[in-house]
């Protein structure tokens, strides 16, 4: 479908991959149905698929990247790429980027440093979801971000959005018709709901409160603010078909073997790994799993049963392939 | 009383600075309630106050700090100096550090860059706080983390920890007689419990859940093992007089001018000082503050009216000034 709507086939690729990834990690969410409204923001051209990154500041261990309202997976991509890159020469590599637009799940790209032998870093602001703390009007994004970190095992990998749940899980319920619980939105006149449509017209709530406010605020400053991209109530979600994303990222990588011998920090990742899985479990818990385990889990068990997309979300992308001339999912 | 305690000069300063600016911003859980935990770990040389700092790798944008276990505070700031120094050569300057001490409030360090026109970041290990998601055995330390950048107006800057609540407000529900919310903590069978009694015995839960756990981890494979310095449940906390702490550190500087005119930035973080300022106000508040404002606020408050310390303090504060010879609070 990409393809057809004419993305460079290097592009198509990588966002088929992040988005079959997501499903694989068991991130529904970030999973295939984001693929129509990326398709639709490419369609009114508010995403460029002819656009070209462009360096703007190479600085050695950094660089400010320009994304021109590119494919925010291409940018991103490219960023932490270069960041690993300026990594091997400096011990670290910080890309900053600006005008790019909505990457997927951060994870992804984290994960790439990991398999590099590298420390990764990655933060986005997004289009407003949030209030301050104290007040009541959209003003922040949920501004997610990831550190991934190598082990022997597979990558050790956070990635969270700083509202009490990601906004995909609220449209993954309005899919499938279910009730969200009543912590974590109010309605647009303050109201707790239970209601995702209702939550989407609201506001989505920070994770613990004030803190999630200030970390979000904080994730703003260094991927708006620094990057020179937009920021706040500026930023363009990738629901809107209409108007340049603006979003900016923060990409830096930390080459481990810079820091201390690549097999001693492995080894200690390991002893972390074990004190993890060893601690005795709290009532109803079968496993302790380590950050990212889940997902290296979900993703090898799909890998042989299969990922099952849900019948809307395959009933939405055979619409688009249709309008586009692309092979249909079934 | 750092000085008769034999603590060089310029560090018996330095910390004395961190302490009374934490009282300042009204944060007293880190002020001067705190000293007499260093003097004993000073008195019993657990921490070593003759250690000598020493830069064991210097790779130009990053360095790796061996503190020796030496005085938190001090190898923190000598961290955070040489990162904003390389920062300014290289754009970014990152130090990781190894086998230093509890260094009191993070914030100070992240205002230390904000001060010198960077975005600081500096994250921080601790003694064991909290269970892996899903176990019942202190096994990760609270991990503070601080992130603070330049505005006009003073640093905009976050510091937080990694527990949903500090445990004082548990002793606080017990005293009143009252149930705490059934996400604060779990009982020592790790089943969650609304009973302040039970969730002293058993252990503090982290913030929102899984996903305080999962920042935590990360921050200790920033701090502890990047560093080669202690993790996880090795690290010994502060109010052990006894056992080298192994307490590590990452602290990064990122040079504003290097990736965007500075006074743009400046002008950038104007604009979202104003659109969180100017956000209508929920029910029950009076004013939104910007990360880091209240702590300004209080400061500004602080140096006209005074700090007022609980007599406990003082008292605690006079048995160690007259055991070390040195001059009276009162």
New interface residues.
């Given amino acids: 479908m990409l393809a057809a709507a004419k993305v460079r086939p290097e592009t198509s690729k990588l966002v088929a991959e992040t988005l079959v990834c997501a499903e694989l990690w068991g991130h529904q969410s970030h999973g295939l149905l984001r693929l129509p409204w990326y398709l639709e923001r490419i369609a009114t051209g508010a995403t460029d698929r002819t656009a070209e990154k462009e360096i703007v500041?190479d600085?050695?261990?950094?660089a400010?990247l320009d994304g021109h309202n590119g494919i925010g997976q291409d940018i991103a991509h490219t960023a932490m790429s270069e960041a690993i890159r300026r990594s091997k020469a400096?011990?670290?590599g910080?890309v900053?980027v600006r005008r790019s637009g909505h990457f997927g799940t951060a994870m992804y790209f984290t994960r790439m440093a990991a398999e590099a032998g590298c420390?990764g870093i990655i933060t986005t602001n997004a289009s407003p979801a949030m209030?301050?703390?104290?007040?009541?009007?959209k003003?922040i994004g949920n501004n997610p971000w990831s550190?991934g970190?190598p082990t022997r095992k597979g990558p050790?990998v956070?990635d969270?959005a700083n509202t009490?749940v990601a906004r995909g899980k609220i449209f993954n319920a309005i899919k499938k018709g279910e009730n969200i619980p009543d912590d974590w939105a109010i309605d647009s006149s303050?109201a707790p709901t239970v209601n995702p449509e209702e939550a989407l017209k609201g506001l989505i709530q920070p994770?613990?409160a004030h803190?999630?406010?200030?970390?979000s605020?904080?994730m703003?400053?260094?991927s708006g603010?620094?990057?020179?991209s937009a920021?706040?109530?500026n930023v363009v979600g990738p629901y809107m078909p209409k108007g340049q994303s603006g979003v900016g990222h923060l990409v830096?990588a930390?080459n481990?073997n810079?820091?201390?011998p690549y097999e001693?920090?492995l080894d200690?990742?390991d002893?972390?790994v074990d004190?993890?899985k060893s601690?005795?479990?709290?009532?109803?818990?079968d496993?302790?799993?380590?950050?990212g385990e889940l997902e290296t889990r979900n993703a090898e068990r799909h890998q042989i049963d299969g990922v099952s997309l849900p019948t809307e979300t395959v009933e939405q992308l055979n619409k688009y392939a249709d309008g586009l001339g692309a092979r249909r999912l079934t």
């Avoid at 601690?279 to 818990?285: D, W």
């Fill in positions: 500041i600085g050695g261990a950094i400010v400096h011990g670290v910080v900053s420390i209030a301050p703390w104290g007040g009541r009007e003003k550190i970190a050790m956070m969270i009490v303050g994770l613990a803190k999630g406010y200030v970390i605020v904080m703003d400053v260094l603010v620094l990057s020179g920021f706040m109530a830096i930390l481990v810079a820091f201390r001693d920090f200690d990742m002893v972390m004190q993890i601690t005795p479990l709290a009532v109803g818990f496993e302790i799993f380590y950050p």
